[in-house]
């Protein structure tokens, strides 16, 4: 990951192989690598990222993902508010539109 290689903290991520879903103890974040498939046919065109907390949960939503033609990831979760910043510039590297948003997870 990008962010990692920069020093930013991020949380462990996985390909949701069986071997992984297999040794998971405990909470999770299942999520496709790519959300957004468009022009690409696949319905839907944005795939979900859950939080599973339950054995069962795990096991579908990797099961989803894939049934929608992507490919599925396990993430540690990490605990407290989700700050994220989005950020659009044009192709000299001026700054268009940022985007900040906080979310409690839960």
Do not use: F, N, W
Not at 23 to 47: M, N, W, Y
Not at 57 to 74: D, N, Q, S, V
């Amino acid at each position: 990951m990008a962010a990692g290689k920069a020093g930013v903290v991020v949380p462990a991520t996985e390909p949701a192989s069986e071997e992984a879903l297999a040794s998971l103890d405990g909470p999770a974040i299942v999520k496709a690598r790519l959300h957004v498939q468009l022009g690409t046919g696949v319905r839907p065109p944005r795939l979900d990222t859950v939080m599973a907390s339950t054995r069962p949960r795990r096991r579908r939503g990797p099961a989803e993902i894939r049934m929608a033609g992507g490919e599925p990831l396990l993430q540690e979760l990490v605990p407290g508010s989700l700050v994220e910043v989005a950020l659009i510039a044009d192709g000299d590297g001026a700054l268009l539109v940022e985007v900040h948003q906080v979310a409690e997870l839960g």
